[in-house]
């Protein structure tokens, strides 16, 4: 049997990526050297038949003044989903280079989702002038999705959907199916809205061709159907479809009128999304920071959080200079204390990463928050006594006291054990006040390991040696 590719945008996929699914470099040069020398049909081969995710890759691998050159040579030929796959600051670059008359053929055909995705962020101006050369009734779908919240069901749904009346038979559905040209592309259910098109079922297409064609669709359908308002917000869409394996949910305005359908690969992009911006957050970089940002935007979308760490870096160091006079009795406690707090910050690291997921995704709620708590508390401990013995050993072995070695384990299980603590509850208290736990628990996390493991080293070293 062959392993050829089975279609040609197959075989372009193959072409352009390598074995561990990067892009070619000769094949990135070729398709340069033919923008460069304004040859559109050697860039409609290389480019024409390939993915729109494969399209956008190569759109990032390109410098920026030839990617709107791409698209114009391109032509009709260039689809536009495409700028869906490419990070927010390339396709905006993009959209700044091209006429509104163009934006406005290129997003034309596509889905309604797709198209409010590239549109929602330009100026509102630059909106409009792309919105008045649309169709009327493309126009207000898009509208209407634009006007919902950023991040919101009615940003991520898509207004292409099949809805019949409840009075029809199963073979006249069959036939309105076969005989519309404006149906959606691809759809999973068949949506039974009344005359004022109120929401009232749903009836799934497996279902519908395994019945006989006299049957009622109002017999068929699943009047229980979850659905969605349009001003939900993503998050809690993604996690509808998580909990109950949806392939499509339904989405409603205020009065349960059906206003469009989210299918589950728009859920796959929010479940990304969310959770790249809960990475970033955790280490206090801003959601939106792209790989194709400037140095100045980088450096500027992390400069707020530094700041706010470098104060509580001066607390921490505070706490050092309480024990000036000990430090320099003994240098051996200088040398260790920052094996303590560091410890500590690994240990409440990982306990705020599960606490702040699991706060994401609901699974840590009032309900069981004490039990986690109490959990991680005597993780902290039982990792507290286990790392004590390590340190204490080395400790004593390394400056030949096993004094030293006693203070320093004894440090180590109360910083750990504070540090599971803050680790939770940083995050829940954070959650308690409607902030983003991501975003804001890292550095007071950080500030708490720090404290607690050097005061606690410092504190007990004084109190033993000066019992001894």
């Known amino acids: ?73 391109m032509g009709p030929d260039f689809d536009f989903t495409a700028l869906v796959e490419v990070d927010d600051t390339v396709r905006e670059e993009i959209l700044d280079e091209l006429p509104p008359a163009a934006v406005a053929e290129g997003v034309r055909d596509l889905d309604s989702d797709d198209a409010v995705y590239i549109l929602e962020d330009l100026p509102r101006k630059e909106q409009a002038e792309i919105l008045d050369q649309l169709p009327s009734l493309d126009r207000v779908a898009l509208e209407r999705s634009l006007q919902c919240p950023d991040d919101s069901a009615g940003r991520r749904m898509q207004s292409e959907y099949v809805a019949v009346p409840p009075s029809w038979s199963v073979g006249h559905t069959i036939d309105y199916l076969r005989d519309n040209d404006e149906l959606p592309e691809r759809f999973f259910e068949i949506y039974v809205v009344d005359g004022d098109y109120r929401l009232l079922g749903a009836v799934a297409l497996d279902v519908l061709l395994r019945t006989r064609r006299p049957t009622r669709i109002e017999e068929l359908m699943d009047a229980g159907r979850r659905r969605v ?13 998580e909990r109950y394996n949806l392939i499509a949910l339904p989405v ?25 911006k809960d990475i970033k957050a955790l280490g206090g970089v801003t959601g939106d920071e792209e ?43 200088a040398v260790l204390a920052p094996i303590v707090a560091s410890q500590g910050g690994n240990a409440a690291t990982q306990t705020m990463t599960v606490a702040v997921r699991a706060l994401a995704t609901r699974e840590l709620h009032d309900g069981n928050a004490m039990r ?32 030293l070695g006693i203070v320093i384990g004894l440090a180590m299980v109360c910083n750990l054990v504070a540090a599971a603590l803050g680790g939770i509850l940083v995050p829940l208290a954070v ?12 550095v007071f996390v950080t500030t708490i390991t720090d404290v607690v493991g050097f005061f606690s080293f410092l504190g007990i070293a004084s109190l033993w040696f000066g019992l001894h």
């Open 1 to 73: 049997m062959s392993d050829l590719p089975e279609t040609t945008a197959e075989a372009g996929a193959a072409v352009l990526r390598d074995e561990d699914g990067a892009l070619r470099a000769d094949v990135v040069t070729r398709v340069r050297d033919a923008i460069e020398a304004a040859d559109a049909g050697t860039l409609r081969t290389l480019v024409g038949d390939l993915h729109e995710a494969d399209v956008g890759d190569l759109l990032e691998a390109l410098d920026a003044e030839l990617r709107p050159r791409l698209i114009a040579l």
């Open 229 to 241: 308002r349009a001003t939900a917000d993503q998050e809690e869409v993604a996690r509808l479809f």
């Open 252 to 276: 409603v305005d205020d009065r349960d009128r059906l206003v469009g359908v989210i299918t589950v690969d728009d859920v796959v992009d929010v479940i990304e999304e969310e959770a790249e």
């Open 291 to 333: 790989l194709s940002d400037s140095v100045w935007t980088i450096a500027r979308g992390r400069f707020n959080w530094l700041l706010v760490n470098l104060a509580t870096a001066f607390l921490a160091s505070a706490v050092l200079g309480l024990f000036e006079g000990e430090l320099q009795k003994m240098v051996a406690l």
């Open 372 to 403: 986690i708590v109490m959990r991680e508390a005597l993780v902290g401990l039982v990792n507290g006594l286990a790392f004590a013995v390590i340190t204490g050993v080395a400790a004593a072995a390394w400056f030949r006291t096993a004094d």
């Open 431 to 442: 959650d308690r006040f409607r902030l983003d736990p991501a975003v804001s628990s890292g």
